[in-house]
């Protein structure tokens, strides 16, 4: 299917993906980044699969879907010439072990259902050993075991389970799914109705929290509960993606593993929580960002695991053919030992958000901001990969010097704003002399806009954020010569490209192009409304509103090529400026 075509749903430790003709095609237990025990996503139903719907359909896709109300419970029904059904999935919350509910409920009439299950562990390449306990299927992998309940009977046909029922209206049928490690005994199994009841209240309890009252709530709320989705509830760690290796490209290479704490994803999630009224999830981020990044200055990665985990190799899973051909599927993700500077602004900069909304201080916080201050001060001068995780060359990249002084800024106003302790003259003398290079080396006065790089032609959408993060106010002639450059050179079909791939692979590294990034689309139609042309940044924004999919989800970019969301699914890094778009223009 395409990617535009599942649904998330998730327990804020793990998440599955959903597909519009009821196929459980992705999930990793029992944390976002363990290896998968249903991966047809990146392969076929014989890497793992879950389908359920109506029996001799094709596997059709649901006539309609929704989630139920503000929360991750996902309903899908079928309209079918003996009736309608209804398939409610969900991932209640974690009590001991991670559970997985369907239940079916008969609409009207009655309606024949079937249900195909392949469990495959180590994402496809374990086909585990399955038992029958009564009415529940016992699977055990190496380190992996899984129960399935099934209150009707699965027979086996070579290495999947299939069985078949009938459901009429009033009536419910339940599946449960649990996971645990295969040396400790059988779980506690849950009452599946009595889950989704407490489920559905605990979605509904958060979102009341929400203090955004705008035009686009609804589009907000979607973004922030996936947003939630995306953290792991035991550290408060927000990962950018639940998925691996969905093409930037499609049948291309650039395919890349998500399931991490990226400190720039993440400090940018969580000013959109903290917009929104969520301070609780600031305190939970910074207390695992305190442990994550708790050593030296120097030490300072640009992402970590969900537990703070600093080792995240990458290797290529060659058993694996890829979502559409998308080769090669990465597990790990290289670039983690990337230097990236603008990550010490916008750790600094969310840090003095969290501050300024409300949260207490924290002495250890401020200790460890000013040796990141000084790492900033020794080393801002320095060509680096940059935001965009280049795997070319090291350059000097403009976005990256910007954020080097927004974090000498906002340590200043630490100092200035909250009292804090710090050299801040040596802080204002550093921050003058970065703001005078960039304005010096980074901007062509001929095209009057600036560029990517010390010395180079090309645009980079990430100018856009200049006036956002407050380098040069709005009106500096400036930032309205660059919004304009960046709207001339980098927008295919009205959305806008990070930069320009085609002309100049040598940037990154890669063969192959990309489609538009999302995340930069949303940044220009937020430059456009500080620069005052809010007609044209509310039609912006509302095309890309456009592109989410049936349920309020987007991926990483859109590819105008094919007219399809591409890049790993659902996206932080793409919901997250929705959000303060959605703000900003209201």
Same mark, same amino acid.
């Given at each position: 299917?395409?990617?535009?075509?599942?649904?998330?749903?998730?327990?804020?430790?793990?998440?599955?993906?959903?597909?519009?003709?009821?196929?459980?095609?992705?999930?990793?237990?029992?944390?976002?980044?363990?290896?998968?025990?249903?991966?047809?996503?990146?392969?076929?139903?014989?890497?793992?699969?879950?389908?359920?719907?109506?029996?001799?359909?094709?596997?059709?896709?649901?006539?309609?879907?929704?989630?139920?109300?503000?929360?991750?419970?996902?309903?899908?029904?079928?309209?079918?010439?003996?009736?309608?059904?209804?398939?409610?999935?969900?991932?209640?919350?974690?009590?001991?072990?991670?559970?997985?509910?369907?239940?079916?409920?008969?609409?009207?009439?009655?309606?024949?259902?079937?249900?195909?299950?392949?469990?495959?562990?180590?994402?496809?390449?374990?086909?585990?050993?399955?038992?029958?306990?009564?009415?529940?299927?016992?699977?055990?992998?190496?380190?992996?075991?899984?129960?399935?309940?099934?209150?009707?009977?699965?027979?086996?046909?070579?290495?999947?389970?299939?069985?078949?029922?009938?459901?009429?209206?009033?009536?419910?049928?339940?599946?449960?799914?649990?996971?645990?490690?295969?040396?400790?005994?059988?779980?506690?199994?849950?009452?599946?109705?009595?889950?989704?009841?407490?489920?559905?209240?605990?979605?509904?309890?958060?979102?009341?929290?929400?203090?955004?009252?705008?035009?686009?709530?609804?589009?907000?709320?979607?973004?922030?509960?996936?947003?939630?989705?995306?953290?792991?509830?035991?550290?408060?760690?927000?990962?950018?993606?639940?998925?691996?290796?969905?093409?930037?490209?499609?049948?291309?290479?650039?395919?890349?593993?998500?399931?991490?704490?990226?400190?720039?994803?993440?400090?940018?999630?969580?000013?959109?929580?903290?917009?929104?009224?969520?301070?609780?999830?600031?305190?939970?981020?910074?207390?695992?960002?305190?442990?994550?990044?708790?050593?030296?200055?120097?030490?300072?990665?640009?992402?970590?695991?969900?537990?703070?985990?600093?080792?995240?190799?990458?290797?290529?899973?060659?058993?694996?053919?890829?979502?559409?051909?998308?080769?090669?599927?990465?597990?790990?993700?290289?670039?983690?030992?990337?230097?990236?500077?603008?990550?010490?602004?916008?750790?600094?900069?969310?840090?003095?958000?969290?501050?300024?909304?409300?949260?207490?201080?924290?002495?250890?916080?401020?200790?460890?901001?000013?040796?990141?201050?000084?790492?900033?001060?020794?080393?801002?001068?320095?060509?680096?990969?940059?935001?965009?995780?280049?795997?070319?060359?090291?350059?000097?990249?403009?976005?990256?010097?910007?954020?080097?002084?927004?974090?000498?800024?906002?340590?200043?106003?630490?100092?200035? *704003?909250?009292?804090?302790?710090?050299? *801040?003259?040596?802080?204002?003398?550093?921050?003058?002399?970065?703001?005078?290079?960039?304005?010096?080396?980074?901007?062509?006065?001929?095209?009057?806009?600036?560029?990517?790089?010390?010395?180079?032609?090309?645009?980079?959408?990430?100018?856009?954020?200049?006036?956002?993060?407050?380098?040069?106010?709005?009106?500096?002639?400036?930032?309205?010569?660059?919004?304009?450059?960046?709207?001339?050179?980098?927008?295919?079909?009205?959305?806008?490209?990070?930069?320009?791939?085609?002309?100049?692979?040598?940037?990154?590294?890669?063969?192959?192009?990309?489609?538009?990034?999302?995340?930069?689309?949303?940044?220009?139609?937020?430059?456009?409304?500080?620069?005052?042309?809010?007609?044209?940044?509310?039609?912006?924004?509302?095309?890309?509103?456009?592109?989410?999919?049936?349920?309020?989800?987007?991926?990483?970019?859109?590819?105008?090529?094919?007219?399809?969301?591409?890049?790993?699914?659902?996206?932080?890094?793409?919901?997250?400026?929705?959000?303060?778009?959605?703000?900003?223009?209201?």
């Amino acid at each position: 299917m395409r990617i535009e075509d599942y649904a998330l749903i998730g327990d804020m430790q793990s998440a599955a993906l959903v597909g519009l003709n009821g196929s459980i095609d992705w999930l990793c237990l029992p944390r976002f980044d363990s290896p998968s025990c249903f991966g047809a996503l990146l392969g076929d139903e014989g890497h793992g699969q879950w389908w359920l719907g109506p029996a001799g359909s094709g596997h059709a896709p649901a006539t309609r879907r929704r989630y139920r109300g503000e929360t991750l419970v996902l309903e899908s029904e079928w309209d079918t010439p003996g009736g309608t059904v209804r398939v409610i999935d969900f991932m209640p919350a974690r009590q001991t072990n991670p559970d997985l509910v369907r239940i079916v409920e008969g609409v009207s009439g009655t309606v024949e259902m079937s249900t195909e299950i392949r469990i495959r562990f180590d994402y496809g390449r374990i086909v585990p050993w399955v038992r029958r306990d009564g009415d529940l299927l016992h699977a055990v992998g190496g380190p992996d075991s899984v129960w399935l309940h099934s209150p009707v009977p699965l027979h086996s046909d070579g290495y999947s389970h299939e069985g078949t029922f009938q459901v009429s209206a009033g009536e419910r049928v339940a599946f449960l799914f649990t996971w645990h490690p295969s040396h400790e005994p059988r779980p506690v199994e849950i009452d599946p109705f009595e889950q989704l009841t407490e489920t559905e209240a605990l979605w509904a309890e958060w979102v009341e929290q929400c203090c955004y009252k705008g035009p686009w709530r609804e589009a907000v709320v979607r973004s922030l509960i996936t947003l939630k989705a995306l953290t792991y509830a035991p550290t408060g760690g927000i990962v950018a993606a639940p998925t691996t290796s969905l093409p930037e490209d499609l049948g291309g290479v650039r395919n890349w593993d998500y399931r991490f704490c990226w400190l720039r994803d993440a400090t940018m999630t969580l000013e959109a929580l903290i917009g929104a009224g969520y301070l609780q999830e600031a305190r939970d981020w910074r207390a695992w960002l305190l442990r994550a990044i708790a050593g030296r200055a120097e030490d300072l990665q640009i992402m970590y695991g969900v537990a703070g985990e600093r080792r995240l190799p990458e290797m290529e899973i060659g058993w694996l053919p890829g979502y559409e051909g998308s080769r090669p599927v990465r597990i790990g993700n290289g670039a983690v030992n990337q230097l990236q500077l603008d990550v010490y602004g916008e750790v600094m900069n969310s840090l003095y958000l969290s501050r300024t909304s409300g949260m207490e201080p924290d002495r250890r916080a401020w200790t460890i901001q000013r040796r990141l201050i000084g790492y900033v001060e020794d080393h801002w001068d320095e060509p680096d990969e940059g935001l965009w995780e280049v795997r070319g060359p090291r350059r000097h990249f403009t976005h990256s010097k910007v954020m080097c002084w927004v974090a000498l800024d906002r340590a200043i106003k630490y100092v200035e *704003v909250l009292g804090q302790d710090g050299p *801040v003259e040596r802080w204002k003398e550093v921050r003058a002399r970065i703001h005078a290079e960039i304005c010096d080396k980074a901007f062509d006065p001929v095209r009057g806009t600036f560029t990517q790089a010390y010395g180079s032609q090309e645009l980079d959408a990430a100018l856009l954020l200049i006036p956002i993060v407050g380098f040069l106010p709005p009106e500096d002639p400036r930032v309205i010569g660059t919004i304009e450059a960046v709207e001339r050179e980098l927008l295919v079909d009205g959305f806008v490209l990070r930069y320009p791939v085609a002309r100049d692979n040598d940037v990154d590294g890669l063969p192959g192009g990309e489609g538009s990034f999302l995340a930069c689309s949303f940044w220009l139609a937020e430059a456009l409304a500080m620069i005052g042309r809010r007609e044209d940044a509310v039609e912006l924004f509302e095309r890309l509103l456009a592109l989410r999919n049936d349920v309020g989800l987007l991926s990483e970019e859109y590819d105008p090529r094919y007219g399809r969301l591409v890049g790993n699914f659902p996206q932080a890094f793409s919901h997250v400026p929705l959000i303060h778009t959605a703000r900003a223009l209201s």
